[in-house]
């Protein structure tokens, strides 16, 4: 990704008329100082939950010139601005996740603050109390926006959730980056196939293998290599998602009215997690500590799913309530005149006036 940053540069010099703003993912190093450079305003998008920032952004303040043990994730201090919750969340991402990425995905918050506009992939009702901490935080518009898309096409693998009844289908996908192993894989399979609950399953490169340990469910389930999950998650025979907790996914679910049940692997599917089962008490754990390596059995699996999908199951219809609610209030928040969808003309807005504001500071001679 270093190296995009000459081509880069080289293709604003020959843009007429000239560019007049960049928006930048994070990740990307070298966006802000491109901006300063060129003397553009910069608009930064984060990709994963705002709260996920909000503990690295304070985390790295707190850290700057030292070297933090992992032992002070257990230690019971405390990081101002980080609740104890958030800071056991933190350690087992440091845990998971190889140094050099963190210190990496450190380094790009560091550059927020050089900034002029912080976007992220949410809306303010799901993280209110984040949204509002890092607007007072920094001194420059904080803007969230769920992105939305619905695809319509007649897939077979919606034809077969066509002909399922309501809520009565399991939809499952752990994720593209990070693998889930094959003996978990298969402890997984076989447990689908004992509980009797109907699934669709998304395993890229695995379908065909795991399709074969599914054989005689007699129609209960459906492994694919891909499928639009946000229309999947929107069909009203879909009652419940197993996740791995990736941002994108539980947006989805979020939008979609779907509880879950979450099996974060590493990063922010962490925090994630736990804001879906404790935070907006829209989902179940697959494992109740999320530090725990062993191999969940065929057994457990059979017995988990069983209950999650139950629809006679007061604390499943309370959970599925909830579910609905959250997904209510996304709705009116992309819905004209809600907040994402005000947060996308602030964002139009706020852009012209730092691309005006920094035109105006190089004009003026300064004494």
Not at 139 to 161: A, H, Q, T
Not at 292 to 298: P, S
Request: proline share 5%; aromatic share 8%.
């Amino acid at each position: 990704m270093t190296k995009m940053e000459a081509p880069f540069e080289l293709l604003l010099s020959q843009l007429d008329p000239p560019a007049t703003a960049v928006i930048a993912d994070i990740e990307v190093r070298w966006g802000v100082g491109v901006g300063i450079r060129r003397n553009i305003p910069v608009a930064l998008l984060w990709t994963m939950p705002a709260t996920f920032l909000s503990m690295l952004h304070r985390f790295n303040i707190f850290s700057q010139n030292k070297d933090i043990p992992l032992e002070c994730f257990d230690s019971g201090d405390q990081i101002p601005g980080i609740s104890s919750s958030d800071l056991a969340d933190l350690g087992e991402v440091f845990r998971r996740t190889d140094p050099k990425v963190m210190n990496l995905a450190l380094e790009c918050i560091s550059w927020v603050p050089k900034a002029q506009c912080l976007l992220f992939t949410s809306f303010h009702e799901l993280e209110p109390e984040t949204c509002h901490s890092l607007r007072a935080e920094f001194p420059f518009p904080v803007l969230e926006r769920i992105p939305v898309s619905v695809g319509d096409n007649g897939i077979d693998y919606m034809k077969w959730l066509d002909s399922q009844t309501k809520a009565s289908v399991l939809y499952i996908s752990l994720g593209s980056f990070l693998s889930v192993s094959n003996m978990q894989m298969d402890e997984i399979a076989a447990g689908l196939k004992r509980s009797g609950v109907r699934f669709l399953w998304v395993a890229r490169g695995e379908a065909a293998r795991l399709s074969e340990s599914c054989s005689g469910s007699e129609g209960m389930g459906l492994v694919v290599p891909w499928c639009e999950q946000l229309k999947v998650l929107c069909h009203s025979s879909v009652g419940g998602f197993w996740s791995h907790c990736g941002w994108n996914s539980t947006l989805e679910a979020v939008f979609a009215g779907v509880p879950m049940l979450t099996f974060p692997l590493f990063l922010d599917q962490i925090p994630n997690s736990r804001q879906i089962v404790d935070g907006w008490k829209i989902g179940r754990r697959v494992k109740s500590e999320v530090h725990d390596e062993r191999l969940m059995t065929r057994e457990e699996v059979a017995e988990l799913v069983k209950r999650f999908m139950d629809p006679e199951s007061s604390d499943e219809i309370k959970m599925r309530r909830k579910a609905k609610e959250l997904g209510d209030l996304c709705h009116r928040a992309i819905a004209k005149g809600g907040s994402s969808d005000t947060n996308l003309d602030d964002f139009i807005r706020d852009l012209g006036k730092a691309t005006c504001n920094l035109q105006t500071e190089t004009q003026v001679p300064h004494p």
